[in-house]
């Protein structure tokens, strides 16, 4: 059973500040690591992606990826009220099935003016 | 734009009504895939397509069916409505089985009364 687990929050973070968000899977085989953001009412949305241990930063986000601690993590620097949303995190492994990525139920993050 | 088309965005059906919702992608994604989004539970996996001319059962699939028309189109069909499925269906397709990440659709909010 591959599982992704997040924290569901609310996480609150005041404007500007970092917002870290964290995501553990189980299934060790896994490859591709992905965030995606879905605002309310909205459908998920592709923010970043990462294959290989270490960061990787795309402007104001960064992922981190700890392949041993089966960890994967989204930093948000100076945040901001639009980034307001739930985050998913997303696991993929190719030797898995073809049943795709697997999710998980995602963060509440509130960005506080 | 390119990508992830589905229709309806909102329906309502009576219990023991049927409805086919339509997904086509314009992206020569290999992969499509149907979930559902419940408050609380996350993305959960309905049916999948590998490829065209193949389809297969995910998480939640009891009331469901699902026809991968040609490469671009996979329907979903409730054959018999049931208040438990009211829900937000969600269409995603892909490149590699997902290890690029999914592109998903603007998503179908269906009430069954």
């Known amino acids: 059973q591959k599982e992704v687990e997040q924290n569901s929050g609310p996480l609150s973070v005041p404007e500007g500040a970092i917002a870290s968000l964290n995501c553990t899977y189980s299934d060790r085989g896994s490859q591709s690591f992905f965030w995606y953001r879905q605002y309310s009412g909205k459908s998920p949305e592709l923010i970043m992606f990462i294959y290989s241990n270490g960061d990787k930063e795309d402007g104001r986000f960064t992922a981190q990826l700890n392949k041993a601690s089966q960890y994967v993590s989204l930093l948000i620097r100076d945040s901001q009220p639009s980034d307001s949303a739930t985050y998913l995190c997303a696991v993929f492994n190719s030797g898995g099935g073809a049943d795709g990525l697997t999710f998980g139920k995602g963060t509440h993050l509130i960005i506080q003016p | 734009n390119a990508g992830v088309t589905q229709t309806p965005k909102f329906q309502v059906l009576k219990t023991g009504q049927s409805m086919t919702l339509q997904c086509a992608q314009d992206?020569?994604?290999?992969?499509m895939y149907w979930y559902r989004q419940d408050p609380g539970m996350g993305l959960r996996l309905i049916y999948y397509?590998?490829?065209?001319?193949?389809?297969d059962k995910g998480e939640v699939p009891n009331g469901y069916n699902v026809s991968r028309l040609n490469k671009r189109e996979f329907s979903l069909r409730l054959e018999s409505a049931a208040p438990s499925q009211t829900s937000v269906y969600f269409c995603?397709?892909?490149?590699?089985?997902?290890?690029?990440?999914?592109?998903f659709g603007s998503g179908t909010r269906l009430t069954v009364v």
């Open positions: 397509s590998a490829s065209e001319g193949t389809t």
């Open positions: 992206m020569n994604h290999n992969s």
């Open positions: 995603a397709s892909s490149e590699a089985g997902g290890g690029y990440g999914y592109t």
